[in-house]
């Protein structure tokens, strides 16, 4: 790993050369594209009746004011979005994420768009490979599928960068496993699943977005970063103002900077008129800009080309064998990492060494939950591990905080236990109903302000919110966590830190635009790259929504939740709800 990286930065050097003939060239082509783009700016559509009339004229491009900086960073996107100087350790593991996540290239979008080219669900197929086997499989075994790609006029595609999700599932079995994606860059893909289960076994392939899509999500995040928008009322006696408010803010008129002194987490609103900076008092989110080119929304049709299954070009069930005494497993040469878990009777089971127990009843959640602190931080997905608490444990009582509702923060207690829950929003950006100044917390700062131990249990869920803006915003917002998260497994080694990742969800046209499973994915592989190698576990929300049978939805239903509590309890007590009689404090 060292080596690989020491190579990189070798070439980085030799290229920077290069690199600022590059940036120069680039500026100048900028300059010049946002002349054309306010020509071509097409009048956006509001969406929310609560944005004042006011911000039309905010939104409007100085192209004389934004003025990219010739950065260390190849991409000249987002000019105005300002980022804090990094360390070179940060700045370069931000590089190496980036590129890790980089999708493939593809040619620019036709102009004015059509979609005859693009890919086409209805036309495209996917066939299970006989493999070595000659078409029998055992328990044990991979399962390769191949999946075709053509276009609108049943042309096949020449190039990659559609994304698929791919699933194995038996609904009378409750089993399900997600398949693991390759990306062939020549119009194919596999699919490689792992056989987990005797019997019946069902393919399932869905383009959730053809690569053409991608494109436009990308342009949007770094274009239009401020597509969602956020508000502050300010007030001070009986003067009161409401500006604008975001990560990236256009620099129209003069700021407010509240960027936080202990992280460097940006976050600007429009200065008020009559009232200072100070005198902000709350945020919430203002609404959203849709504004796409023309024709970029046929990209986004819900059963046409967003997240539609792909048919079988012959069958897509097939039966698994038992595992026989002296089988030698076939394994597929072109994937090398495989599932983090199957359902098997609608149960969870963990494959990365994590034994799963089942927590069925309120007694064995509170034993396992005896004596522990559990603070939950994130956005409404880690909430809902709170709400699913305080529903099954009628011991634990949640105090009245008068917090608004949905926004929290939640504190819940089960005195004659000593359990303790707390639950809180993750700092700006959160797309929320109003909540106070006082509220909006960074969770690297509150980790700072845990004492940890080994009954203290640390939840985290940060994705859901960060799906507008460049990559960047959210690479560095881990940096933060992990770094508090260092900071507390050092104070407090026996602390338990679970996180939970993001998962699919239902996509309508909007929802796509601001918050796409294809970001969530890019968010997600972050994450594991970034906490790879800490003793913090992960609670994979991704497969477990992929997996299940049930829609896919950003709030994933009782029955998925329940078995991301189960994966958490376990964590907690891993002994698991049998050996009620053992110490409480062992874990
Ligand atoms: C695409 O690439 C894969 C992997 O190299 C290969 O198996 C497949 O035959 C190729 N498909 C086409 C249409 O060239
Ligand atoms: C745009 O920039 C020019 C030059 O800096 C400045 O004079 C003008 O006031 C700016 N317009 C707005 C709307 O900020
Ligand atoms: C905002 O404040 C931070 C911290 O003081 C500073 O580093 C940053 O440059 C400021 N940003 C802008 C755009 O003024
Ligand atoms: C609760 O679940 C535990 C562990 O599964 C079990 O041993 C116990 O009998 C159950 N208690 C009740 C009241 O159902």
New binding site residues.
Partial sequence: MTAIMKARVCTRKEFSAIFVFLAVFVFTLLLRNTDNLKEKESPRSRTSSEAGSSDKSQHKVNSTVIVPKVSSEPDMHHSFC?F??RSPEDALEERLLLDSIAWPETPPLSDPLSLDQTSDPAHSTFTILPGRTGGQWHVGDQLEVMIKMSDFHGRPKKSGGDFLVARLHNQKLGAGVVGQVVDHHNGSYSAVFSLLWEGDAQVEVMLVHPHEAIQVLNRLNSEQPDRIYFKSVFQSGSLSETTFCNVCLR?TQP?C?Y?D?RT?E?W?CYKPKKLSCDARINHAMGGFNQDLNANEDKLFQSGVNLKVSIQSSGLAIFIVLPKTKDQSEVKSSIVTSGPSGYYYQSVWRALDGTTVHQFNNASAITQCLKGKVVHMYGDSTVRQFYEYLNTALPDLKEFDLHSPKKAGPYISLDYANNILVTSRFHGPPIRIVVVSTSELRYIANELDGVIGGTNTVVVLGVWAHFGTFPMEIYIRRLQNIRRAVVRLLNRSPGTLVVIRTGNLKALPLPVSLTNSDWHSLQCNNVLKTMFKGLNVHLIDAWEMVLAHHLPHDLHPPPPIIKNMIDVLLSHISSDGPLTLEAPTHAR
């Fill in positions: 300002t804090q100087p620099p700021l900077n960027t002194l460097g940006p600007f």
